[in-house]
Structure formats: C-alpha cells, structure tokens
C-alpha cells in the first residue's frame, strides 16, 4: 500500500493539494475547500503517470531500480490509476470557476508540452525540458504558479498585490531547491538525450551550493513577508519546514536512503503544507 501510494504519485498529487491549502492561509484566508484542489489532484496525477504510462509503452530504463520494479509489476494498477484520474479530472473541470479555468490552461499547456514534443521533423522532436537550462526553470514555475495564483483566482484577490507576489517568490524558491537534487540524479541520463541543465553547467557540487542558497532565498522572503504581517505561526512553520528540507538536502545520510527522491524530497512538498495548516489551527482553534 505504501509503494501504491509512493509511486503511484498519489503522495505527489497530496503534496500539491496541502501547498495549495496553505497557500489559502498564506494568503490570509481560511483554509476551504473549492473545485480547483481537485483540479489541481488529477492533474497532477494524470501529468506524472503519464510519464509512467510512457516508460512503460517505450520499456525505459529509470535511474530508480526499486520503482522500476514496481512499474513492471503494477502496469495495470498504473493504467487504472491514469483512466480514473481523467475521468475525475474532467468532472472537477466543470465544477471550477471559469476563470480559475483560465488562470489554469496556460500552466496546463505548459505541463503537457513539458515532455510532449512542441516541434519538430521527421527526425527530431523538441520537447520543453529539452531547451537548455530551462527545466527546472518551468518546474519551479508551474508548481509555484499552480499552488499560488489558484486561490488567489478563485479568491478574487489582485494578482500583482505584494502579498501575492512575495509568496509566489517564496515558493519558486522553494521548489526550485528541492528541484536541484532531482537533475543531479539525472545527470548521466539528460547528457545522453542532449538535455543540459544546471548541474551539467556549473558541476554537482556547486549545483548543490545553489540549492542552499535557494532554500535560504525562500525562508529570507518568508521571514521579512510574515513579520511584516505579523503573522508568527507562518514564520514558525515555514521556518521547520525550510531547515528540515535543508537537512534533507545537506546530509548524506538521507541522500543514501532508497527513497530519497520519492519519500524524502517530494515529502518536503506535502511537509511545509501539513506544518502551515497545523500551526494555523492550533493558533486559530
């Protein structure tokens, strides 16, 4: 059940819904429930088992040996898990607000045409990530984006305000850092399909080097947006969330675990949403 949950990218789509939540708070609204964080689910579950789906019809080699295993064992589990997503997915399409749709297609495009050839001949098809430097540019982008500018949408808040803005920044930042590790890790396989990123660039290290200042980055804005604010609890839970990414990130001990990528760096996600929406209860319970 766990590595249902884990590589099923159920854990994933979780992640992004609680970063969406606690955006809602954030923002300095009450968390609630609306359409759009079902949208933002099945989209998220449909995005990355797609690419399940493609490793599976093209028999890809993934750099992970234990959700290799899984995927060959589960194929049916993964195609089911994909069907019942869109499905769903479309029935939270028609309970959105319209503009929130709005807000949403542009980001859409930019996730499907992320993996999905944008142009090309007869021999040679460009996709986004494929663009020099670029992905992990548009991964922070549209994760910061979805989990931000949604509520402030739905919640008919001006999008230019700086309240929005600091947290749209804050949260770039974030996501940019915990991004770093994961191009790292695909070194190797991006040099063999042509793909440069930053580690390529500037080396491993110094890759590593920028995650931190990224995540120092981030925890900086939060601190000066909130105290601004006055509002502690934020400070408090972004503050654990950030040092225990940086942890995450620092010590070896955790990037020799299995599961770092899956359980530990993608958990910093739903980590920092849980720590917000705990901390705002007990401080408004």
Do not use: C
């Not at 769903?88 to 996730?111: D, G, H, M, N, Q």
């Not at 700086?162 to 994961?182: D, W, Y």
């Amino acid at each position: 059940m766990i590595n249902t949950f884990i590589f099923s990218n159920i854990f994933l789509s979780v992640g992004a819904v609680l970063l969406t939540v606690s955006g809602q708070v954030q923002l300095g609204m009450k968390p609630h429930w609306q359409p759009y964080l079902l949208l933002i689910f099945f989209a998220t579950l449909i995005e990355y088992n797609r690419d399940l789906v493609t490793q599976i019809l093209t028999n890809k080699v993934t750099l992970n040996i234990e959700k290799q295993h899984w995927i060959r064992k589960n194929r049916n589990k993964i195609f089911f898990f994909l069907t019942i997503s869109v499905v769903l997915f479309f029935y939270a399409l028609f309970s959105t607000k319209a503009e929130v749709l709005i807000a949403f297609l542009p980001l859409a495009i930019l996730t499907f045409f992320y993996s999905f050839p944008v142009s090309g001949n007869r021999n040679y098809f460009l996709r986004l990530r494929e663009v020099p430097y670029l992905k992990i540019f548009l991964i922070a982008f549209v994760w910061s984006a979805t989990t931000t500018l949604l509520p402030v949408i739905d919640a008919e808040v001006k999008i230019m305000e700086t309240h929005v803005i600091l947290l749209f920044v804050e949260r770039f930042f974030f996501v940019f850092a915990i991004a770093i590790p994961f191009d790292i890790r695909d070194m190797q396989s991006d040099s063999d399909a042509g793909i440069k990123t930053i580690p390529m660039l500037i080396n491993r290290n110094k890759a590593l080097l920028l995650s931190y200042l990224s995540l120092t980055v981030s925890l900086l804005i939060s601190l000066f947006h909130y105290r601004m604010q006055n509002n502690w609890f934020i400070i408090e839970a972004l503050s654990i969330s950030l040092l225990i990414t940086y942890l995450f990130l620092k010590l070896q001990y955790f990037r020799n675990l299995n599961r770092y990528y899956y359980h530990i760096l993608d958990g910093t996600m739903l980590l920092q949403g849980m720590l917000v929406l705990v901390f705002y209860l007990f401080g408004h319970g």
